[in-house]
């Protein structure tokens, strides 16, 4: 069992910053990747930022490219995001998602775990 504990959501005017934190626990070595997701008032659930935790690598939507920033800490236990220039359409619900995988014989079984999320409003 994963468990995500989200934080750093808040109120915050248009140009300012935000970092939101998630932080694992539990059975978190087989974790190999880590992602922010979020959801505004009647919209879909959509990715914002997605990292490894083997190779570091990263992506991110387009409407946030150039603006957020994903990354690990040194245990590799906890994930950031790095909010600048914010915009009122980011104004969201903010979750992360960690995916583990466990091996079981010959056969690899994967698992999503969702953190319970944290309210960004950004607004004048």
């Known amino acids: 069992q994963v468990q995500l504990v989200e934080s750093g959501g808040g109120l915050v005017q248009p140009g300012g910053s935000l970092r939101l934190s998630c932080a694992a626990s539990?059975?978190?070595?087989?974790?190999?990747?880590m992602s922010w997701y979020r959801q505004a008032p009647v919209k879909e659930r959509e990715l914002v930022a997605a990292i490894t935790t083997t190779g570091g690598s990263t992506n991110y939507s387009d409407s946030v490219k150039g603006r957020f920033t994903i990354s690990l800490d040194n245990g590799k236990n906890t994930v950031y995001l790095q909010m600048n220039s914010l915009k009122p359409e980011d104004t969201a619900v903010y979750y992360c998602?960690?995916?583990?995988?466990?091996?079981?014989?010959?056969?690899?079984?994967?698992?999503?775990?969702w953190g319970q999320g944290t309210q960004v409003t950004v607004s004048s």
């Open positions: 998602k960690a995916e583990r995988t466990v091996l079981d014989g010959y056969v690899n079984h994967e698992y999503d775990y």
């Open positions: 539990g059975f978190i070595f087989s974790i190999y990747a």
